[in-house]
């Protein structure tokens, strides 16, 4: 699989590079058009997508970074090199959701109200940015056969870029971007419903996200570890806890009447 979606010679241009920048245009997009709705002031909602791109494309990178400090340690330069891939998306939501938290208690916005519109793009822009990890031969899971591609029906480009070092690879990737289409749906029905309370779309993404990710996993033979576990399972458990308590907490308040 050709990396490079353009190659000028004094400059190329990775397809990992092009699908997280269509991915965060997309975010953006989607967050701009909700906050509106919210009658959220437009300064604030571009310095805090801004700002928060940049800290979590930081935070993406350092994760990655410190979960594979060996090598990082060995090959300094590449930390920087974030074109040939490397971004962990817990790390991006971690720095991302500290600093959402900050920027909004600094502005008298509610963080909730905030989180709930950052989720719905988010799961989008997760879907289509897990097409750069196709490009850069990321996000892959165990070894199969070249017939389990036939039983699936998938295009043949899909099944040529899933042969990495010397075997073909179950499409991990392909998967999760389905499953973070199908939660950016639910979260856009539950949206349209109206009813939503502060804090259940940013519950129902971390239950919906955590699930998701202990699921795949299982499957992926790229993961981060800590000894002999997942990373990425430890803190999807958690995202779910997480999520589950803001759900509740939220309906309880609806049926107080809060």
């Not at 939660?183 to 502060?198: D, H």
């Not at 779309?201 to 239950?207: C, D, E, N, Q, V």
């Amino acid at each position: 699989m050709n990396s490079t979606l353009l190659d000028l010679g004094f400059f190329q241009i990775k397809w990992y590079s092009f699908f997280i920048l269509v991915a965060i245009l997309t975010a953006y997009i989607i967050i701009r058009k909700e906050s509106k709705k919210e009658k959220l002031n437009e300064d604030f909602i571009s310095n805090l997508f801004f700002y928060g791109v940049l800290i979590g494309i930081l935070g993406a990178r350092l994760y990655y970074v410190l979960f594979n400090f060996n090598y990082y340690i060995s090959n300094p330069i590449e930390i920087l090199m974030i074109w040939n891939g490397g971004l962990a998306i817990h790390g991006g939501i971690i720095a991302t959701l500290i600093f959402v938290i900050i920027y909004c208690r600094k502005n008298n916005v509610s963080i909730l109200k905030m989180t709930d519109i950052i989720v719905v793009g988010l799961l989008l822009a997760q879907s289509i940015g897990r097409w750069g990890n196709f490009f850069n031969g990321e996000a892959y899971g165990r070894i199969v056969s070249k017939s389990f591609f036939k039983k699936l029906h998938l295009p043949r480009f899909i099944m040529n870029g899933m042969y990495i070092d010397h075997y073909y690879r179950e499409p991990t990737f392909l998967y999760e971007s389905i499953f973070s289409f199908i939660g950016f749906t639910i979260l856009i029905l539950l949206k349209s419903k109206k009813k939503t309370k502060n804090g259940q779309l940013t519950g129902t993404y971390l239950i919906w996200y955590g699930l998701e990710r202990i699921i795949i996993e299982t499957f992926r033979s790229d993961s981060l570890m800590i000894g002999s576990l997942k990373v990425a399972q430890i803190v999807s458990l958690l995202a779910i806890i997480s999520g589950i308590y803001l759900c509740i907490n939220t309906r309880n308040k609806q049926e107080l009447g809060g």
